[in-house]
């Protein structure tokens, strides 16, 4: 089944542990994505990546890290969680981007992350 | 900048049929994308117009004016299981993101 796969699903902190959030997709895609949402803000994008070793920032990429070392996998990292992370993140994926290019995006099931 | 307006809230009767729309206003433009979100549940893809005129996929349509910086998504039939938060997107030149609107949270009255 085609899918992309967080983890954890729910994970609360405390403020200055660092954490990772996991993403895998078995599509094949080469661009992938996380992002944040917040009630009334929407889908905010965190950072992207258009294949293996290639990131950049997106719209709130502040307290973030991302690595893309493989294909299927972006991890998302906060190397010092503070409380205005506490946010339900999504992982996305699709086959191409822009121009033409098919963007039709995947998302994952979410990570509903607390910070105290 | 960049912006893209949509009604917070929507209201329609099962059965019938709703229209929701966005207007953006973006430095560039490739197409707009229409995403539903149920309470706890993931985005899933609706739809995609990168030209004028509408989309039709089974009791979904979407409609784009390029001229106008303005689309729809026309719900039709609606069925309780539409209740459900959607967002359209834009995919800019210059920019390898998807830019996401606020959200239109439908509510399906019997």
């Known amino acids: 089944e085609a899918q992309v796969t967080q983890n954890p699903r729910y994970l609360i902190t405390v403020t200055g542990k660092k954490l990772t959030v996991t993403c895998s997709q078995n599509?094949?895609?080469?661009?992938m994505s996380w992002y944040r949402q917040d009630p009334g803000l929407g889908l905010r994008q965190i950072y992207y990546?258009?294949?293996?070793?290639a990131t950049d920032k997106g719209d709130v990429p502040e307290g973030y890290k991302v690595s893309r070392k493989e294909k299927r996998n972006f991890p998302l990292i906060l190397e010092s969680p503070s409380p205005n992370q506490t946010s339900l993140y999504f992982c996305?994926?699709?086959?191409?981007w822009g121009a033409g290019g098919d963007t039709e995006a995947f998302f994952g099931q979410g990570t509903r992350l607390t910070v105290v | 900048g960049q912006s893209l307006e949509q009604p917070s809230e929507v209201t329609a009767v099962e059965g019938a049929i709703v229209q929701i729309n966005c207007t953006y206003q973006?430095?560039?433009?490739?197409?707009l994308s229409w995403y539903q979100q149920h309470d706890g549940g993931a985005p899933t893809f609706l739809s995609y117009?990168?030209?004028?005129g509408l989309e039709e996929t089974g009791r979904f349509s979407s409609f784009l004016s390029r001229s106008d910086s303005y689309g729809y998504l026309l719900l039709q039939e609606l069925q309780m299981k539409d209740s459900a938060s959607y967002f359209c997107?834009?995919?800019?030149?210059?920019?390898?993101?998807?830019?996401f609107g606020t959200g239109t949270r439908l509510t399906v009255i019997p």
């Open positions: 990546s258009m294949n293996v070793e």
């Open positions: 997107a834009v995919d800019q030149t210059g920019a390898n993101n998807l830019f």
């Open positions: 599509m094949n895609h080469e661009y």
């Open positions: 973006t430095s560039g433009f490739y197409g």
């Open positions: 117009n990168a030209l004028d």
């Open positions: 996305a994926s699709s086959p191409g």
